[in-house]
């Protein structure tokens, strides 16, 4: 799989919600593109990822 350009080992099964967390990411300060399509924070623990996907992942970063 491909996050953010980077190749990744993806374990069969395995929910975008889980990826994220091992990943070190906060599912809540992210926004997340997979195959092309913006995947909704709704549905983090329901898509399961696959060894051909490619994941965008963009951080929210507060301040002034």
Same mark, same amino acid.
């Given at each position: 799989?491909? +996050? ?5 080992? *993806? ?8 990826? %994220?967390? =091992? ?8 926004? +997340? ?5 913006? *995947? ?8 399961? %990822?696959? =060894? ?8 929210? +970063?507060?301040?002034?």
């Amino acid at each position: 799989m491909k +996050v953010n350009g980077q190749e990744e080992t *993806v374990f069969v099964g395995m929910v975008l919600l889980d990826f %994220l967390k =091992q990943a070190g990411y906060n599912p809540e300060r992210i926004a +997340v593109e997979r195959n092309g399509s913006i *995947v909704s924070k709704n549905d983090y623990d329901k898509t399961v %990822l696959q =060894q051909d996907d490619t994941l965008e992942i963009v951080q929210f +970063v507060g301040g002034g």
